[in-house]
């Protein structure tokens, strides 16, 4: 589907963002186009580009607040449209919920919001035409912003997904994920060394965990420390699965689904001889620059983990090896909040069947005596607990050699039953919302008998 038909426009100040944002948020919800690749890469948008900095910073404020509220906002503008969303101009309802987010959650002020949502349909050949009720709904969700903001925030869940945290976890807990995965994450940085130091050099705060976090807004390379390569965007609870391998010197380690190359870089920063394997070579490229700018070696490959054959090692045995599987990624929805409107129910048979295949290639890598850490950041327990007890069932081959809280900084809370790690996105709370959170992550660490 090609992109919505724009008429010219008078070069007035934030259309432009606002029309990408428009753009981006048909993106995912029409096409299912993620939006890290919209924002990125060969299929980032053409209009970025020419956008200014703070415009550019507008513009992912609201794709990222319309769908981090999603649930919310049609649930508001739907209750004051009489037949629903137009449905012969899909433009039309991507317009309202950005004029609504604006109302609502940033400081735009109501006649602003109003005034370049009426541009922004009255420039679109389909809804041109429902000008004025984009006029009239969205004066009237200024005039009710106390009411819609008492809303709850499970509204932005899909329901399918609700139900689902709800079996695993139980209602108080699945309401606390989503309720937490509508806040705004923090910058998390992993630090070489110096962690304090460079706590304060970026304004932040260094966590139970040792990662250090920031609440910096712009550009990541204008962080100090960037260009010394002194740290490497990674939540705190991507940080944590590489650290279960204990004492790494002079270890051959394989690192499979490495890219973008965040705990590649910890391996290697533990003294390991890494090799990080991933089939794409696009993502593969970034890593090998962040390995750079860190001034981090690891033998880098491009291949499919589960047909990749090692030559460096004698027998292809390696001490460990780190399996971050593909999956679902419903553990990182405060960071990726299109997450949950590109996915399905449906689609985790296909990723079960590909982490099981990749777990038994994974465990055919390891020495007598190795150590697999099997990780992903999904909460869905069929890509986690479910995958490891099939596995061990399955597999004589490998044990569970429990986590215990003294491996993740005494965080008991990060530890569950079975002695794996499962961190959730309301854990590290703070008072300030801003501060607080985390990743769902999963990490199971198995030993080769």
């Not at 008078?10 to 963002?17: N, Q, R, S, T, Y």
């Not at 909040?337 to 982490?355: H, I, N, R």
Request: charged share 25%; aromatic share 4%; proline share 5%.
């Amino acid at each position: 589907m090609a992109r919505a038909r724009i008429s010219p426009q008078p070069d007035v100040p934030g259309l432009a963002a606002r029309r990408i944002a428009a753009d981006i948020l048909d993106g995912v919800l029409r096409r299912r186009i993620a939006l890290d690749e919209q924002l990125s890469g060969k299929g980032a948008h053409p209009g970025l580009p020419s956008l200014a900095d703070r415009d550019r910073a507008l513009m992912r404020r609201l794709t990222a607040t319309v769908l981090r509220r999603l649930g919310t906002l049609r649930r508001i503008v739907g209750g004051f449209l009489d037949k629903g969303f137009p449905a012969d101009a899909p433009r039309a309802e991507t317009i309202l919920l950005l004029g609504a987010a604006q109302i609502l959650w940033l400081e735009v002020p109501d006649h602003a919001a109003v005034d370049l949502s009426v541009r922004l349909a009255q420039a679109d050949r389909r809804a041109a035409r429902y000008a004025g009720l984009v006029n009239a709904v969205l004066r009237r969700v200024a005039q009710n912003r106390e009411a819609s903001l008492r809303l709850s925030s499970v509204l932005d869940t899909p329901p399918w997904l609700l139900a689902r945290w709800t079996k695993a976890y139980g209602r108080d807990t699945a309401r606390a994920i989503a309720e937490a995965n509508g806040h705004e994450p923090a910058l998390d940085l992993t630090v070489k060394d110096n962690v304090a130091d460079w706590a304060e050099h970026v304004h932040g705060r260094v966590l139970p965990t040792g990662t250090v976090r920031t609440l910096a807004h712009g550009a990541i390379s204008l962080l100090p420390g960037f260009a010394e390569g002194a740290w490497w965007v990674q939540d705190a609870a991507a940080a944590l699965p590489a650290r279960l391998f204990g004492d790494l010197r002079d270890k051959a380690v394989a690192d499979l689904c490495a890219a973008p190359g965040g705990k590649t870089a910890q391996l290697a920063m533990a003294g390991a001889r890494v090799t990080a394997v991933d089939r794409s070579a696009a993502r593969l490229s970034r890593l090998n620059e962040n390995l750079a700018r860190l001034s981090l070696k690891a033998e880098v490959v491009a291949a499919d983990a589960l047909e990749w054959q090692p030559h460096s090692l004698n027998g292809g045995a390696f001490d460990a090896v780190l399996l971050d599987a593909p999956c679902s990624s419903t553990g990182t929805i405060r960071r990726h909040p299109d997450v949950p409107w590109l996915k399905g129910e449906a689609d985790l048979a296909a990723l079960t069947s590909l982490q099981q295949r990749l777990l038994d290639r994974a465990v055919g890598l390891l020495k007598p005596g190795g150590t697999l850490v099997y990780c992903v950041c999904s909460l869905e327990p069929e890509e986690a607990e479910q995958q490891i007890e099939a596995l061990l069932a399955r597999n004589a081959a490998v044990s569970r050699q429990p986590i215990v809280a003294g491996d993740v900084f005494d965080c008991a809370e990060f530890v569950n039953d079975q002695g794996d790690l499962r961190t959730l996105p309301q854990q590290l709370a703070d008072a300030d919302p801003r501060w607080g959170g985390i990743d769902g992550f999963y990490a199971a660490r198995l030993v080769r008998n």
